[in-house]
Every structure is written in structure tokens, then in C-alpha cells.
């Protein structure tokens, strides 16, 4: 929240992220804080993707990335949870 708080107070004017998946947990904190972020000035570059958050045109595919980021780590959480209860 640190970060988030520098953007509000325009100490920070870019964000630059390794993935998409590196951003947040989910769908909806990663929309509300890329919102947030727009709204304060600052612009996201996610470079595995090659995508600017502030590039409108980009912003469906953005979501759609946010969705596939999301049910990755879920797949990933249950594989784990599987291996552990299994003693693997």
C-alpha cells in the first residue's frame, strides 16, 4: 500500500512491473488499483506483455490478462494444496 500511497501524493509517475501477474492477487484488486492509478496520474508498464496501462486501446486485453493471471495462480495454489495433502 506504500506504493499506492506515493502515486496519491504524485511521488511516483511510473509503475514498471515485470508481468501482469506480479500486480495483484486477483481481477478486481488488480482493476481497482490500475483504476486508482490511472485516476492519479500514474502509468503501468507490464513488460512481459509489452503493454501500457494507459493505452485505452489496450485496456480489454488488459483485462483479459488480469482474468488468465488470476486462474493461473489458482491452478497453481490447488496443484500445491494437492501435493501437500497427498505427501508429494
Known amino acids: ?3 499506492m500511497e506515493l502515486a496519491r501524493n504524485g511521488e ?3 509503475i514498471l512491473t515485470k ?7 486477483n481481477t478486481v484488486d488488480m482493476l481497482q488499483a490500475s483504476l486508482d492509478l490511472c485516476g492519479c ?3 503501468v508498464f507490464f513488460e512481459k506483455e509489452n503493454i501500457w496501462l494507459h493505452d485505452r486501446q489496450m485496456q480489454i486485453l488488459l483485462t483479459a490478462y488480469m482474468s488468465y493471471a488470476q486462474a493461473e495462480s489458482e491452478s497453481i495454489s490447488k496443484n500445491i ?4 495433502s497427498k505427501g508429494f
Open 1 to 3: 500500500m506504500r506504493m
Open 12 to 14: 511516483i509517475d511510473l
Open 19 to 25: 508481468s501482469i501477474s506480479r500486480f495483484g492477487r
Open 41 to 43: 496520474g500514474v502509468d
Open 81 to 84: 494444496k494437492w501435493d501437500i
